[in-house]
């Protein structure tokens, strides 16, 4: 277990519950699955009873990157796409902090993509929940890179010419060292999921399924046993999770796909790398503080 992720040596001296969590009312429309992925989020943090002030929330913009408005940690609501830029110095620089980042497939693998390939390359420590829902909601009905072919938009009032991406496959190229897919909707999953990413020492993502009931209502019901479809969850008995050709192909899986932890590995962290470099520097400086180190580096730039 990580210093990032090991439990607080005193406990803290409030009980985190939802209560203490709970920092403001959701402003998203009734029926958002983003009050699932909400509800979760304190559920398992109840659980794991991280003192809050240990808890940072970055987000995007976007409907789902409201979601550190209402949670009692620190918080940032930042620019479009940027949340993980933002969320990787965080990281870095606190090693005492849990940084979690919430955000919407717009903000994530849109106009955020190319950060996610590179905080997940670089495996810096820190969970990414990306809150699905196949469309721009805040905005109002815009196709995103995850809308299917053929979906009718403000964008594409025609309907949508062009392919989806495939979140699982593309997270599995960037580098991201722990992948899961879960479904707002499939509440005990999705706990089980985050509490997993969570614990993971290295970048965790989760593609969370989150209903738009506003723009795009029933598009995960196929993922659904109540309404008709199939919760088709990964045997991790037969599934290796270490082996990303296997989790390649098991992202083949047609709509609603599958659900569950597709890859998990541990790989050094960029925290740890940056952390080691520093105190090996610091000593062979003669205990040289942070701000000669940076000092020296300057120096070295002019
Ligand atoms: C630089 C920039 N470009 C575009 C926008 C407009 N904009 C705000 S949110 C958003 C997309 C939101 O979609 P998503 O990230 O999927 O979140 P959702 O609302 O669906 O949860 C866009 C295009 C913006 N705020 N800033
Ligand atoms: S527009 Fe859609 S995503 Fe945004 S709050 Fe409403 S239901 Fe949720
Ligand atoms: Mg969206």
């Given at each position: 277990m990580s210093a990032a992720t090991e439990a607080p040596a005193a406990p803290p001296a409030?009980?985190?519950t939802k209560k203490v969590l709970t920092a403001d009312h959701p402003t998203w429309c009734p029926g958002c699955g983003d009050f699932a992925v909400l509800a979760a989020f304190y559920k398992v943090l109840e659980k794991l009873q991280y003192p809050h002030e240990?808890?940072?929330?970055?987000?995007?913009?976007?409907?789902?990157?409201?979601?550190?408005?209402?949670?009692?940690s620190h918080g940032i609501h930042f620019i479009h796409g940027r949340a993980?830029?933002?969320?990787?110095?965080?990281?870095?620089?606190r090693p005492d902090v849990h940084v979690f980042v919430f955000g919407g497939d717009g903000d994530g693998f849109s106009i955020g993509g190319n950060h996610l390939n590179h905080a997940a390359r670089k495996n810096v420590r820190l969970t990414y929940v990306i809150m699905d829902n196949f469309v721009y909601g805040l905005t109002k009905n815009q196709t995103s890179p995850t809308s299917p072919?053929?979906?009718?938009?403000?964008?594409?009032?025609?309907?949508?010419?062009?392919?989806?991406?495939?979140?699982?496959?593309?997270l599995l190229a960037s580098g991201a060292t722990f992948i899961a897919r879960t479904h707002a909707a499939q509440v005990a999953h999705m706990m089980q999921t985050?509490?997993?990413?969570?614990?993971?020492?290295?970048?965790?993502?989760?593609?969370?399924?989150?209903?738009?009931?506003?723009?795009?209502?029933?598009?995960?019901?196929?993922?659904?046993?109540?309404?008709?479809?199939?919760?088709d969850v990964i045997d991790e008995t037969a599934h290796d999770v270490k082996d990303d050709v296997a989790a390649f192909k098991l992202a083949d899986a047609p709509a609603p796909g599958k659900f569950g932890v597709f890859y998990q590995v541990n790989r050094p962290t960029k925290n740890e790398k940056e952390l080691n470099?520093?105190?090996?520097?610091?000593?062979?400086?003669g205990g040289a503080s942070q701000k000669d180190l940076l000092r020296k580096r300057f120096e070295v730039m002019r």
């Open positions: 409030e009980k985190l240990k808890i940072v929330c970055v987000a995007g913009i976007g409907c789902s990157s409201r979601f550190p408005y209402f949670v009692n993980l830029p933002l969320a990787t110095g965080l990281s870095l620089s072919t053929g979906r009718k938009s403000k964008t594409d009032p025609q309907g949508s010419f062009d392919r989806p991406i495939n979140p699982m496959k593309q985050f509490e997993r990413a969570i614990q993971h020492d290295g970048f965790s993502v989760v593609e969370c399924l989150s209903e738009c009931v506003m723009f795009y209502p029933g598009a995960f019901d196929d993922g659904l046993p109540r309404k008709g479809g199939v919760f470099f520093i105190a090996e520097t610091q000593a062979k400086l």
